[in-house]
């Protein structure tokens, strides 16, 4: 049976369905909230916020994150900063161009709804982050702020140096924290969430694993939140931490949550290059350097002359020369497209040819190296240690990598996956960023959808649908409980007893490989064919070869990296059906069949206008589409242009 | 290059531990020292080895997850850099590293590498934040703040938590720390409010958790990844007397 997606979008005008559809949810009466309890999973930006702002109104949270303190999740790695549309520069901007600008930045594949109250709410983020004491960078006057990224003709990104997202989610852990002292917030730290638990249809609670001990235990909840990020690491290589897992996203999906967009991934166009087949991870140059670095190859290929060497002459600047208009900041999608394409032709640089120069000489003659080392001295340190190389004297060398995932488990308005009490926030679910993600506008979606959403739509779900008198709650030693802690624990005995010779670590940068080469910047049919050959090839002898060293009843990471590698290897599949069910090129889902003359991409409105979400039916049986058409009663569906 | 490494291999917080010796081979000088370690276990795993335990995450410096002590110094050799950026052109070929856990009676030992730095966040949840209700605050712009002091604040708010500080200090403080959160927020107005008994309840809290006091060995200044500078600790200092001697004024 396909999914009935209702999106549960509100009536009225767009400026007025979330101040409406506020007044419309029911509400739980402070005295009555202490009567339930939420499960969070995950305690970056979106779990943090949502676990603390949940606390404060009077629920029992208990809150997981894999990591050893919540403070280390991924969401702390973000550099450039966050959007909002404060027009505090007086520019020109508004709620509405916020809107307007991240529903065109995502390829107009998102539900305008959702991005509109996120545009509404991104002013309060602000707020609330200066209040926790943020240090956001100010002028000399004492006020805020702001710089341009990619995709937007305004200054709205408010930042502090290149640790935005550390700043921002200490503030949203020091709120967690302040509520864990108060004994309103279990936390959990080295604990992993390995499967929900349903009940009559219900998520009633979660199987986590201690790795510390190794032992599995429950939880039962009255709503379980998936705050768990992204599933960028099914490339093996990005920027994602090295613990980013879709685990708990795809564990969701195979009790039922629709998944929805896979094939939506973000490469980002500025990373240092890969170096030698032992990298195990990339780095991210922040996208606030496209405000100052030009970006350019030579205009003879194969040029293997010192970028010093090479006069202003001999040089492409190809974003300034394709788009003249956004220059160096046209978006991420555009961005690392155009360097595959010059690098493909043959005029990339540095020791593999995949590389482009980002080159900050013009800039340093303009406004001094002392300036340039106030606004990115961090960013050029972090180049500096990993290259040898020294940025401020030789232009930096970079290059697209794995970055972000728009897809993710589909959400109602409500955040609500298609499971009721089951909810995603955050980089987790596919609301709204479409095809394409703007840059500052992660941290913005992970800190609303927690301090401002979920808040309202979590406590009218209880309100409406779960008994006050405790007798929708399911006590631990419940059958449901036990069946599914069975087996999760079969999977883990399953692990350890294959017994082969070969590492998890090999098997994942395989699969990252056939991701990277037939699902990354450019698709085709028959290279998406061929992945759905390989990839179930490969997971076969996963399961016949894969040696996983100790035992499940310790503290063990190499049980944890095979859990998540094996999801991997089943989730990817998902990700290349997704790919090749979309038979249009958007944001960053480029078909090499679907371009224009000059290869830019072309979308297909008339037949692909809508979400598509994927339904497990089984395993080594293909998931069933369903698709959320899209409709749009605000913005016109143009042809992007940055040129 | 070819590597002798000596290892801290301890199986659980009541195992008594020992350095063990381990060869690597086939290291390149743009190998991060965290490759390095994937390479030994990856040669410990094809030997149907245990792999060495270690804590590691973002690997780009900022999550505050790794914490070794290589050849002595806490994040090893090169200054203002944790162990995930720090590179192999550090090392020559031929060269012995030892490597070990952060010590201190405050991070207990869970398995080989990896310790407990549960304290730090027990540190925080007794006063290391401003007591603000999501949707209670007003315009962002309301309270204007001196550049220098939003400066001085973000200078002590890039702590990434890593207990760097802890590991280096013979004393096993955790002052720094401390500070570095202290300073932060007491450069801010926002921070004023509850100035006074922050100070009071997180070095109540530093102190019962076992963490030694500051006698300037200075070497906390030395190891920090983020250079947080040990002044911080004289103004937590300052903060914790005031407040002792005049909570009310």
């Known amino acids: 049976m396909a999914f009935q997606l209702d999106s549960k979008v509100p009536e009225g005008p767009l400026k007025e369905k979330w101040t409406n ?102 002013n309060n983020i602000i707020d609330q982050c200066v209040a926790q004491g943020v240090p956001f960078a100010r002028e000399y006057g004492g006020m805020l702020d702001n710089r341009s990224f990619g995709g937007a003709q305004v200054s709205r990104t408010f930042y502090a140096r290149g640790q935005t997202g550390q700043q921002l989610l200490l503030g949203a852990y020091q709120a967690l924290e302040r509520q864990i002292g108060k004994g309103t917030v279990r936390m959990h730290v080295r604990s992993e969430m390995l499967d929900v638990v349903k009940k009559d249809g219900r998520a009633v609670g979660i199987i986590s694993r201690d790795l510390v001990t190794g032992e599995m235990k429950r939880f039962s909840g009255d709503a379980v939140l998936l705050c768990t990020g992204g599933y960028g690491n099914v490339f093996y290589l990005s920027t994602n931490a090295m613990g980013s897992n879709v685990t708990a996203a795809y564990r969701a999906y195979k009790r039922g949550a629709g998944f929805a967009n896979p094939c939506y991934t973000q490469i980002h166009p500025t990373c240092i290059p890969v170096s030698s087949e032992h990298q195990s991870k990339l780095t991210l140059m922040s996208e606030s350097l496209r405000n100052d670095g030009r970006v350019w190859v030579p205009k ?141 506008s992660a941290l913005m979606q992970g800190l609303s959808d927690g301090y401002f959403v979920a808040p309202y739509t979590v406590g009218s779900y209880l309100a ?171 913005v016109k569906l143009t042809t992007r242009s940055y040129k | 290059m070819k590597l002798t490494l000596h290892v801290w291999r301890q199986a659980g917080p009541q195992d008594r531990g020992r350095m063990e010796m381990l060869q690597v081979d086939g290291i390149t000088s743009d190998m991060s020292f965290l490759e390095m370690l994937d390479k030994a276990n990856e040669d410990l795993i094809h030997d149907g080895k245990e792999p060495v335990a270690f804590d590691h995450d973002c690997r780009e410096g900022i999550c505050g997850t790794c914490s070794m002590v290589i050849d002595g110094v806490a994040h090893g050799p090169q200054e203002g850099t944790t162990t995930c950026q720090l590179h192999m052109r550090a090392f020559k070929d031929g060269d012995s590293i030892h490597i070990e856990p952060f010590r201190s009676r405050a991070f207990p030992v869970i398995k080989d590498l990896v310790v407990d730095r549960g304290s730090f966040d027990r540190i925080i949840a007794a006063g290391g934040y401003v007591s603000v209700n999501t949707g209670s605050a007003q315009d962002a712009n309301n309270l204007p703040v001196r550049k220098k002091d939003a400066d001085m604040a973000m200078d002590a708010a890039a702590c990434i938590g890593c207990g760097a500080c802890v590991a280096s200090c013979p004393n096993g403080s955790a002052m720094l720390f401390v500070a570095a959160k202290m300073g932060h927020l007491a450069h801010l107005p926002q921070g004023q409010a509850e100035r006074k008994e922050r100070a009071l309840s997180m070095v109540a809290q530093m102190d019962a958790e076992g963490f030694g006091a500051c006698s300037n060995h200075y070497e906390c200044e030395a190891v920090c990844p983020k250079e947080i500078p040990a002044t911080f600790i004289g103004s937590m200092n300052r903060e914790f007397l005031k407040s002792s001697l005049c909570p009310d004024s």
């Open chain 1, 300 to 440: 003879q290929k194969d040029d293997q002359r010192a970028p010093n060497d090479i006069p202003e002459d001999e040089r492409d600047y190809y974003l300034e020369r394709r788009y003249p208009s956004f220059g160096n900041l046209v978006p991420r999608d555009v961005a690392s497209r155009a360097a595959k394409e010059r690098c493909d032709a043959g005029y990339g640089v540095g020791a593999t040819g995949y590389a482009v120069f980002l080159d900050f000489a013009a800039a340093i003659e303009r406004v001094g190296e002392d300036v340039i080392r106030a606004r990115y001295g961090n960013l050029f340190q972090m180049y500096e240690k990993i290259t040898g190389e020294n940025p401020y004297k030789v232009p930096m060398r970079i290059y697209p990598a794995s970055h972000y995932t728009m897809g993710g488990l589909w959400v109602d308005y409500n955040l609500m996956t298609t499971v009721p009490g089951l909810f995603a926030l955050g980089e987790a679910n596919f609301s709204d960023h479409g095809a394409n993600r703007l840059g500052a």
């Open chain 1, 21 to 122: 559809h506020r007044f419309n949810m029911k509400l739980v009466n402070p005295a009555n909230k202490r009567k339930f309890k939420v499960l969070v999973v995950g305690s970056g930006l979106a779990g943090a916020s949502a676990a603390a702002s949940l606390a404060e109104l009077g629920y029992h949270v208990e809150c997981f994150c894999f990591q050893d303190s919540p403070r280390r999740a991924h969401s702390i790695a973000a550099q450039g900063g966050i959007n909002a549309a404060k027009n505090y520069p007086n520019d020109g901007d508004s709620v509405w161009r916020l809107f307007y600008d991240t529903v065109k930045g995502g390829d107009y594949r998102a539900r305008e709804a959702n991005v509109y109250r996120l545009a509404e709410v991104a």
């Open chain 1, 464 to 634: 409406e649908e779960v008994p006050l008198d405790g007798s929708g709650a399911v006590a631990t030693d419940d059958p449901a409980f036990d069946q599914v802690e069975q087996e999760v624990q079969g999977r883990i005995d399953r692990l350890l007893s294959v017994g082969g010779k070969k590492s998890v670590e090999s098997f994942h940068k395989r699969l990252g490989q056939i991701v990277w080469d037939q699902c990354g910047m450019g698709r085709s049919r028959e290279g998406l064919e061929q992945a759905l050959r390989d990839i179930p090839k490969l997971r076969e002898e996963f399961w016949k070869e894969v040696f996983v060293p100790g035992s499940a009843g310790e503290f063990n990471p190499e049980v944890e990296k095979a859990g998540r590698v094996a999801d991997f290897l089943e989730f990817a599949e998902v990700l290349c059906e997704d790919a090749l069910a979309r038979e249009e090129s958007c944001g960053g889902h480029f078909r090499e069949e679907h371009q224009t003359p000059e290869g830019e991409a072309l979308r297909d409105d008339e037949h692909f206008a809508h979400a598509a979400v994927w339904e497990y039916k089984g395993d080594d049986v293909r998931p069933e589409l369903s698709k959320e058409q899209l409709t749009f009663e605000n």
